[in-house]
């Protein structure tokens, strides 16, 4: 039901089918939340954070406030994240990208007591935890050569990681920014939480990372790229989204002749806001 075959070689996991990545990310730590001192939420992302969407969405259905962090100045017209956090009555607190690129997690602890701090993405040890949970879907299903997952904190590669590392598949991350190498080190230091013991060469073995598909960076795109999307939906009937989805996707077909006679799935994780159009 939730594996839909590409090619021979290549399957998709569809996780948007259950609402995507993210609430594996929250999970744990809404649990961890609940049963702590801690009265509120407070989190992080941009204007149009699928991560946001996913943590007002979550708070909302356990009563949990939620205080977000957000990329950036007000818009004049909001964005449909921001729209929604506004409906579910979030805190928006606005900072400037430098303030943003520069932020202490520690100092908003301080200065927010009564809150959980959440980091930028969920990426933290019980969301990389929390990812371990895909494993379910290959119960009865052969591990994969290759598993590829698009990257943005590098939370959920990390979770793929951990929950494969005894096995021999072969974890493939896509990162969707620009300039996107020093997520090697965000993986790894994420994995480490969980998995102390892992040594940076045996993670080298595990995981790869492909950073020439970002095309322009976050959230940005291209004709070319457009394209692609357009014509890859309209074969397999499914939606994907520029933010993430399509540029992994577009990145394996570009290196097919790598993947032929393999056996490869690539999580399909989703984000509303990154729809084409």
């Known amino acids: 039901m939730f594996f839909q075959d590409i090619s021979p070689s290549l399957a998709l996991l569809r996780l948007d089918l259950v609402g995507g990545n993210k609430p594996l990310k ?10 702590s001192s801690y009265k ?22 356990d009563n949990i406030p939620l205080v977000a962090v957000v990329r950036g100045e007000a ?6 994240t921001l729209r929604l956090l506004q409906a579910h009555g979030v805190e928006i607190q606005f900072i400037s990208r430098s303030e943003y690129r520069e932020k202490d997690y520690t100092k908003f602890q301080e200065n927010y007591p009564d809150c959980y701090v959440l ?9 990389v935890l929390g990812v371990s949970a895909i494993m379910t879907y290959f119960n009865e299903r052969p591990h994969p050569d290759y598993l590829c997952v698009c990257v943005g904190t590098g939370a959920t590669a990390a979770g793929l990681v951990h929950s494969f590392w005894n096995s021999n598949t072969h974890i493939i991350g896509y990162s969707v920014l620009k300039n996107g190498a020093f997520l090697y080190k965000d993986i790894y230091n994420l994995l480490c939480q969980c998995r102390p013991e892992a040594i940076w060469e045996e993670f080298l073995k595990k995981f790869s990372l492909k950073t020439d598909y970002h095309f322009g960076g976050y959230a940005k795109t291209t004709a070319e790229m457009r394209l ?50």
């Open 26 to 35: 929250l999970k744990l730590n809404l649990e961890f939340l609940r049963q």
């Open 40 to 61: 509120r939420l407070l989190t992080f992302g941009g204007a149009h954070s699928n991560h946001l969407r996913a943590a007002a969405l979550a708070c909302a259905q």
């Open 75 to 80: 818009a004049t017209v909001p964005s449909p």
């Open 119 to 127: 980091p930028e993405g969920g990426a933290n040890r019980l969301a």
């Open 228 to 277: 692609f999307q357009t014509q890859f939906e309209a074969k397999h009937n499914l939606r994907l989204d520029q933010v993430y989805t399509a540029k992994m996707l577009y990145g394996i077909c570009n290196e097919s002749a790598f993947f032929k006679d393999t056996k490869t799935v690539a999580l399909h994780t989703y984000n509303p806001e990154g729809e084409a159009g």
